[in-house]
């Protein structure tokens, strides 16, 4: 069973950074490919960014430019450096691991939810105006 744990979140004025961490447990993670959701108050859990096994980087639309998403494998961690924050970013993060997938994957199965078998708990992040 992966366990997936992250950090990094909390307050921000507009404009700044955070970076978010995700580490998970077990030996599975080389083998899979991991992303990053958001749900904030009242709304869906969306995609925010995903990288599959050979390093290949997938964004949203509203982050494109302003998140990076990274991986080491050999720390079994994912990263997600959020820039320029705005207000609209405001919302609970979840880091996400799929099962064994390809080496290769493509954004439609990245931005499906059910390509996840484990998720974190959440962290919060929230951007002050």
């Known amino acids: 069973q992966v366990q997936l744990v992250e950090s990094g979140g909390g307050l921000v004025q507009a404009g700044g950074s955070l970076r978010l961490s995700c580490t998970a447990s077990?030996?599975?993670?080389?083998?899979?490919?991991m992303a990053w959701f958001r749900q904030a108050p009242g709304k869906e859990r969306d995609f925010v960014a995903g990288i599959d096994r050979s390093g290949g980087t997938f964004y949203s639309d509203s982050v494109k430019g302003r998140f990076t998403i990274s991986r080491d494998n050999a720390k079994n961690t994912v990263s997600l450096q959020m820039n320029s924050l705005e207000p609209d970013d405001t919302a609970v993060y979840y880091c996400?691991?799929?099962?064994?997938?390809?080496?290769?994957?493509?954004?439609?199965?990245?931005?499906?939810?059910?390509?996840?078998?484990?998720w974190g708990q959440g962290t919060q992040v929230t951007v002050s105006s």
């Open positions: 996400a691991q799929t099962r064994r997938v390809a080496f290769f994957a493509n954004m439609n199965y990245l931005a499906d939810q059910r390509s996840y078998a484990a």
């Open positions: 077990g030996r599975t993670f080389k083998d899979a490919a």
